[in-house]
């Protein structure tokens, strides 16, 4: 009973602070909300937030193509294709201890690099592209790990299948990486979470701009929502702290989509999951599904070259 009651505290410890974080924002936005804010664009330090909301989503796919392409390859060598030290121990430390020590980074620490190495010593100024690049190296990370621990989780009879049925490594890593899709696609989503609500690295690598994005990578100053929110709520004209409140609503709300959106693609993926059991009739059928897909993906790759 004690047990079960601390857990329960826990989880109200979680629970809490993000419930009133979400009240908060929800009862200063609330009241004065007026939907043309999502399709008028700032006029100095009045209108709506179009600009910055087009500059945020922008940013968000810019994150995914970089974040995505390297996180997902880094996870997958560490995972698979890492040699394995002579002890017997996995590869690759290196690699994965560089990645920890980048997430360990303080964001600003990383805007600032990225504000003198591209911004000043490219001579790129205040850009999409140097954005985007300083965002993806804060959560690539996130995207490696992610994609390291859903394919350690696959059941090894994936590999060994695939070996006798003398498919190819390239052909294996298809069937592993359709098993492990759930973990990555989730990785990939939080990493757009995290980046979406940065406004440090941005501060010192896009800058801002009250005109809409601009379709240049360089010399082009971006606009997006966590500057309105870092910027307006200190103004005096109530008009402009309704903008900031605006703003951190639209954030929240984007926020909350990707989390559902999460949820939706790891429920439509889970089919490809393996059973995660480790005994009796569990051990059995994962062994038959793993034997099936590598079964199914030999026979569509014969013939080819």
Same mark, same amino acid.
């Given at each position: ?12 410890? =979680? ?8 009240? &908060?924002? =929800? ?5 004065? *909300? ?27 796919? +810019? ?24 002890? &017997?121990?996995? +590869? ?31 001579? *790129? &100024? ?10 993806? #190296? ?8 992610? /994609?390291? /621990? ?6 090894? +009879?994936?590999?060994?299948? &695939? ?13 592993? #990486? ?7 696609? /989730? ?68 926020? #909350? ?49």
């Amino acid at each position: 009973m004690l047990f079960r009651a601390a857990t329960l505290l826990s989880l109200v410890l =979680v629970l809490s602070p993000a419930a009133w974080l979400l009240a &908060g924002v =929800v009862a200063k936005a609330a009241p004065n *909300w007026q939907w043309n804010v999502l399709w008028t664009n700032l006029k100095g330090q009045e209108g709506g937030l179009l600009g910055p909301i087009i500059g945020t989503f922008i940013l968000m796919a +810019g994150v995914l193509v970089i974040a995505g392409s390297v996180g997902v390859l880094a996870g997958i060598h560490l995972a698979e294709l890492a040699r394995p030290r002579r002890d &017997g121990s996995a +590869g690759g430390t290196g690699l994965r201890m560089a990645a920890d020590v980048l997430s360990g980074f303080p964001s600003i620490v990383l805007g600032y690099v990225g504000y003198v190495a591209l911004v000043v010593g490219l001579h *790129w &100024g205040f850009s999409l592209l140097a954005a985007v690049i300083v965002l993806s #190296l804060l959560v690539v990370p996130y995207v490696a790990k992610a /994609t390291e /621990t859903s394919l350690g989780r696959v059941a090894t +009879g994936y590999r060994e299948g &695939g070996q006798a049925l003398g498919m190819s490594r390239i052909q294996v890593l298809g069937i592993l #990486l359709k098993a492990a899709a759930p973990g990555i696609t /989730t990785g990939l989503i939080i990493a757009l979470a995290i980046s979406v609500g940065e406004t440090a690295p941005l501060l010192y690598t896009a800058g801002f701009s009250n005109s809409y994005p601009s379709a240049q990578l360089l010399h082009a100053p971006v606009p997006y929502l966590t500057y309105a929110t870092w910027t307006f709520w200190e103004e005096p004209a109530q008009s402009v702290k309704q903008l900031a409140y605006d703003s951190s609503l639209i954030l929240v709300v984007i926020v #909350l989509l990707l989390i559902l959106a999460a949820r939706v693609v790891v429920r439509l993926s889970q089919r490809y999951a393996p059973d995660t059991g480790t005994v009796g009739r569990r051990r059995g059928r994962r062994g038959r599904a793993a034997s099936g897909d590598l079964t199914t993906a030999a026979s569509d790759t014969q013939g080819r070259p």
